[in-house]
């Protein structure tokens, strides 16, 4: 499979708890991001890296939650001390250069979902 | 600021007959746009996107949109639904004029399409 892929698909925490997850992007993706989507809702922007450097957050990430792509390639997102709040999908999308020039076409995965008790 | 308004949460439409998914945005520049369209328990997958040219851009699955710059929509259609169209369609803009190099899409809040046998 090709495609971008999240582990895990799922994940169910309790309230206060620290949990993580991954993303792996299409194979020479440059650009990362991650969205969350809660039901009934469209995908919400959370932050975005280009290669490791990552260049935008939004003002849903709070000081909770911290995004890394340490060497380019995966990344992670953790959210600390979760809050029934949190539940939600959290999607990771990847985009590559196209003639050598950055497109916003973003490639997303399945997604994460996570329930807080 | 961008946004993106899906007027219509569902709309159903008879197997065989055109189906039309409307969008409106609102960008400080110019607009990117994007569908993409979501089944259970997958990810959002790319139909096609607007970034310049040709106001009408064609995509995958034979669907289609429609940029109209004065009306701020880009409507998606299809001259002939399926059965297998049903799934939810989410519109998506980024202005390419907001600077800051900022890549993040904003998206609608979703239009699930009902196609009946």
């Known amino acids: 499979d090709t495609g971008v892929s999240q582990n895990p698909r799922h994940k169910i925490t309790k309230r206060g708890q620290n949990v993580t997850f991954r993303c792996d992007p299409i194979?020479?993706?440059?650009?990362l991001y991650w969205y969350r989507q809660t039901l009934g809702q469209g995908p919400e922007f959370l932050t975005y890296?280009?290669?490791?450097?990552?260049?935008?957050k939004s003002r849903l990430l709070s000081d909770r939650f911290s995004a890394e792509r340490p060497k380019g390639s995966f990344s992670t997102l953790e959210i600390q001390r979760t809050e029934q709040g949190d539940s939600a999908m959290y999607l990771c999308?990847?985009?590559?250069?196209?003639?050598?020039?950055?497109?916003?076409?973003?490639?997303f995965g399945p997604g994460t979902r996570l329930t807080v008790l | 600021a961008q946004s993106v308004a899906q007027p219509e949460d569902q709309v159903n439409v008879a197997e065989g007959n055109p189906l039309t998914v409307k969008c409106t945005y609102s960008v400080s520049g110019n607009p990117y746009l994007f569908w993409y369209v979501q089944y259970p328990n997958r990810g959002l997958q790319f139909l096609l996107k607007?970034?310049?040219?040709?106001?009408l851009v064609k995509g995958s699955y034979g669907f289609e949109a429609e940029f109209n710059k004065s009306q701020t929509s880009f409507h998606l259609k299809k001259p002939s639904a399926l059965v297998s169209d049903s799934a939810l369609y989410f519109c998506a803009v980024r202005d390419r004029d907001s600077g800051a190099g900022s890549y993040q899409l904003t998206f609608g809040k979703g239009t699930k399409l009902s196609v009946i046998p």
């Open positions: 999308a990847s985009s590559p250069k196209e003639q050598g020039e950055y497109t916003d076409t973003q490639y």
């Open positions: 194979s020479e993706h440059n650009r």
């Open positions: 607007y970034i310049t040219g040709d106001n």
């Open positions: 890296f280009q290669n490791e450097a990552q260049l935008e």
